[in-house]
């Protein structure tokens, strides 16, 4: 299917600011008149968002990176198939709230160097990159300790540790340097309203 629309996604680390910009970047660019479509990973259709239950709750150790891989893989085939590419396909904005990226991070990085594993199944079964890609940086410190007051059953990943998130962080800066001509990082150590200016900004360059 070719894409009319316009594909942006948010990355970053836990807590780091990802779905609080994600709403105010929708709602923004709604009440400017765009035809905005929301969603997130994992999840964003009714089977993704099942297979989020089974890889965010329970024990960190549950499932090995490989499996992982398959299940997020999974949960974002469904994903493109029922929401994204149709949304593209008419014309819509889509923000994603995490792609394909994260699993290149927490999956093809945490535990052991699975990279090739999650481009070669992401090129088969997604094919899909975003257009543009805002990378919220934060300490990890702060995104660890934002992200666990939240106090949700979804916490596998946090109960990694901090030691994760700074891996985490500094892997998401050197993909960053990868596919330069999509991710843009922003600083998202500062105010909400000053990350909502500086994530306008970027997004306003991509709408002409
Ligand atoms: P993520 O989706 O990246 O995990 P959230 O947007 O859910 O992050 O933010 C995590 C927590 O931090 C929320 O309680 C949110 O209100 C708060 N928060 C988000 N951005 C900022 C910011 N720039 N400064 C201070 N607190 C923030
Ligand atoms: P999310 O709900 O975005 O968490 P947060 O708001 O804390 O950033 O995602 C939950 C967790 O899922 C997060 O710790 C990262 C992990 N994740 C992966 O490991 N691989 C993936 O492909 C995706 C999309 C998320």
Known sequence: MTAKG???T???IDGSGKSTQ???LAKTLGQQGWDVLLTREPGGSTGAEQIRALVLEGDPDRWSAETEILLFTAARRDHMETVILPALGKGQIVICD??????RMYQGL??????????TLTALMIQQEPDLTLLIDIDPYTGHSR????????ER???????LQEKMRAGFIKLAKEFSDRINIIDGNQDIKS???MVYDLVKGALK
């Open 6 to 8: 316009l594909f942006i």
């Open 10 to 12: 948010f990355e970053g």
């Open 22 to 24: 994600a709403k105010l």
């Open 98 to 103: 995490r792609f394909a990226d994260s699993t």
């Open 110 to 119: 945490s535990r052991g160097d699975l990279r090739s594993i999650v481009d």
């Open 147 to 154: 992200a666990k007051a939240r106090e949700t059953k979804e």
């Open 157 to 163: 990943f946090e109960d990694f540790g901090v030691a």
């Open 195 to 197: 990350v909502q200016k």
